[in-house]
């Protein structure tokens, strides 16, 4: 089985532009996580899905960040307009229904570079 | 808001040394995993414990939960250079989990 598939790995984008990340959930989770990793903050939840509906984004840091989740396999994390303190590592990941053992699966990454 | 402070922060041992990790919460979880992240990668999975005073082993890993399952330690017994890499606890809620601060490890050859 594939594990959870992220593209791009890598980005650099310039200040202002819009950038998407996408990932693909493993087959049969139904919970989706979007993070952010930074040596200053470490690993920060931004929003989470449950059967696609989003369950908690107080994580998201501000209106430019949005997340979508059109079907059960797959999401995007959008960043309009972007910024120079958005460079981070962003990472999802997908669980199975588990009630409280969250065990998390996560993606090889997209490493975010804005100038 | 449920904090996971993780120590030591960063540790270099030579290859062959035990090493103990923390993690401490005040707050109470329903379960705690362990994750290592290696450069370049997301973090892996390595155990789950869910009940108080749990013990579990992997290879030279020992885990445990603390008996109030609010803290846990990771023992490693004669460390690899394989074991380099960025050690993660993560509290369990429901639906979604804490992670902790992290612990960097370096096992020098």
């Known amino acids: 089985d594939a594990g959870v598939i992220q593209s791009p790995r890598h980005e650099v984008t310039e200040m202002g532009q819009e950038v998407t990340l996408r990932c693909k959930l493993i087959s049969g989770h139904n919970s989706l996580f979007w993070y952010r990793q930074t040596m200053m903050r470490g690993l920060e939840l931004l929003i989470y899905f449950n059967n696609n509906v989003p369950i908690d984004d107080s994580g998201m840091p501000e209106d430019r960040f949005s997340a979508k989740m059109p079907n059960a396999s797959f999401s995007t994390l959008k960043i309009q307009p972007s910024e120079p303190r958005d460079s981070a590592v962003y990472f999802c990941?997908?669980?199975?229904?588990?009630?409280?053992?969250?065990?998390?699966?996560f993606g090889p990454g997209t490493r975010l570079t804005v100038l | 808001t449920q904090l996971l402070e993780q120590s030591p922060q960063f540790l270099s041992i030579q290859e062959g040394e035990n090493l103990t990790v923390y993690c401490n919460s005040s707050s109470v979880f329903s379960s705690l995993q362990w994750y290592r992240q290696e450069p370049g990668e997301g973090p892996v999975l390595l155990v789950t414990v869910v009940t108080g005073g749990e013990v579990k082993k992997l290879k030279r890993l020992t885990f445990q939960f603390g008996d109030a399952r609010k803290d846990s330690s990771l023992h490693i017994t004669a460390a690899q250079p394989g074991d380099t890499g960025l050690y993660l606890c993560?509290?369990?809620?429901?639906?979604?989990?804490?992670f902790g601060t992290g612990t960097k490890l370096q096992v020098i050859p």
């Open positions: 993560a509290g369990g809620g429901y639906q979604k989990v804490t």
């Open positions: 990941a997908s669980s199975l229904p588990s009630g409280t053992r969250n065990e998390q699966f």
